[in-house]
Antibody, heavy 119, light 107 residues
Framework: EVQLVESGGGSVQPGGSLRLSCAAS????????MNWVRQAPGKGLEWVSN????????YHADSVKGRFTISRDNAKNSLYLQMNSLRAEDTAVYYC????????????WGQGTMVTVSS | DIQMTQSPSSVSASVGDRVTITCRAS??????LAWYQQKPGKAPNLLIY???SLESGVPSRFSGSGSGTDFTLTISSLQPEDFATYYC?????????FGQGTRLDIK
């Protein structure tokens, strides 16, 4: 079964750090571009970060640039998001999502992990 | 960034109804447009990619059309499991951007 499972969410104070992980199974992880997408409580979807299949190109939303870093370990079938200098507005459910090999839609999503930034 | 605007923001309909949701891009995105369904507490689920291609496993009552700046998602005959929130997303250029969502409620 094709599956993505996120972990690492939790509660943190403003200015703190968290590292999210996404474990992939059931497909050749190293062949796919991957993304992080977040959703604040009661709000819509916001793209956060993208990494190419070989990890050679990465992109971040302006809202997280300089604070978040996406990475991957293809040997471990894992995707990561290092989040530093967290702010209250980063509070959201964070999803990892696979990019289709054509047309770049997000075809497989994890169940999400909640990040709460609060003092 | 390309802005995606959906209408309506919410709609009420009955089982068996035909429902259409529209999505407009602030600039042309070709056919690089996807539609997702999201139920409360769940991850989004891809319905349509390339504006009109049905993702594997998605019922044929879902269809998409459009190109350039104007797109539609149509559900031909609503089923109880279709009541959810729907999002469009452009994949033409970075950053990928989503519409604000359309909530489909039971009338």
């Amino acid at each position: 079964e094709v599956q993505l499972v996120e972990s690492g969410g939790g509660s943190v104070q403003p200015g703190g750090s968290l590292r999210l992980s996404c474990a992939a199974s059931g497909f050749t992880f190293s062949s796919y571009d991957m993304n992080w997408v977040r959703q604040a409580p009661g709000k819509g979807l916001e793209w956060v970060s993208n990494i190419r299949s070989r990890g050679d190109y990465i992109y971040h939303a302006d809202s997280v640039k300089g604070r978040f870093t996406i990475s991957r370990d293809n040997a471990k079938n894992s995707l990561y998001l290092q989040m530093n200098s967290l702010r209250a507005e980063d509070t959201a459910v964070y999803y990892c999502a696979r990019v289709r090999t054509t047309w770049d839609a997000f075809d497989i999503w994890g169940q999400g992990t909640m990040v709460t930034v609060s003092s | 960034d390309i802005q995606m605007t959906q209408s309506p923001s919410s709609v009420s309909a009955s089982v068996g109804d035909r429902v259409t949701i529209t999505c407009r891009a602030s600039q042309g995105v070709g056919r690089w447009l996807a539609w997702y369904q999201q139920k409360p507490g769940k991850a989004p689920n891809l319905l349509i990619y390339a504006a009109s291609s049905l993702e594997s496993g998605v019922p044929s009552r879902f269809s998409g059309s459009g190109s350039g700046t104007d797109f539609t998602l149509t559900i031909s005959s609503l089923q109880p499991e279709d009541f959810a929130t729907y999002y469009c997303q452009q994949a033409n250029s970075f950053p990928p951007t989503f519409g604000q969502g359309t909530r489909l409620d039971i009338k």
